[in-house]
């Protein structure tokens, strides 16, 4: 019998959650206690590929248990994983829907902050930059949805059959203060380090270092550069993973990075 697994994890301790051989990851984590719990290896399939230290405030994977359960499994699974590591629900399936291929759209929010805060360190990524332009940087974000081959803005786009990307949705958020940023995307699929490469070039815009013109030509020839600089991956959540049979509301805020504040789109 199939089931999903709807979690959300703190990534700031983790290699990502591939499972690799040396480094410590979350889907490693959650396949040893499930193990555990059923006394037989659990294998399971992750929704996506987070990178290393790369949050998620709501994830899926699927795994196949041989027989029903009489118990309470998330109450279980809470209680042996470690705190950073939270499940919400698991749910029965019908057949074998796929975590990862049946996925329609993920999204993603990207959190940046300019002052040193201590609080945010592993919340939000700290960038000492006062003077942002704030306005240029939103003209990129908007060439976002206007383009699909985001070739350009992967580390190795030879490993893919295309690099094609619908990206839906795209925004730049600043709070009252505007030290405090927010980068919203949402599409079918992402590229290796596709976001943060992404918000690595907008900063680059912001800061005066790359033109408009400049960002919007990474569309046109498909070329980024010799020069890639990926923003940290700290601040970047995989935030909302729909399927066609399950759109469930994400369980959790991304903790201090956005309580009490007022998104104010640029």
Known sequence: MRYFFHIAYQGQYYSGWQKQPGVKSVQEVIEQTLSKIFKTTITIIGCG??????????????ADLEEAFDFDLV???????????????????????HARFDAVQRKYDYFLHTYKDPFLSTQSSLYQEANLDLNKMKTAVNLLTKY????????????????????????????????????????????GKMIRIIMGQLLKVGKGELSVDEFESHFIDLQIGNVVSPAHPTGLYLSKVTYPYLNLEPRTEFLTATQGIDWLSV
């Open 49 to 62: 590929r987070t990178d290393a230290h790369v949050h998620a405030s709501q994830f899926f994977f699927h």
């Open 75 to 97: 109450f279980r699974l809470n209680k042996a994983l470690p705190y950073n590591i939270a499940v919400f629900d698991i749910i029965k399936m019908e057949g074998k829907p």
């Open 148 to 191: 699909n081959d985001y070739r350009a803005f992967c580390t190795h786009p030879n490993k893919y059959d295309h690099t094609k990307c619908n990206v839906m949705e795209a925004g730049l958020f600043v709070n009252a203060k505007g030290d405090r940023f927010r980068f919203h995307i949402a599409s079918n699929r992402f590229l």
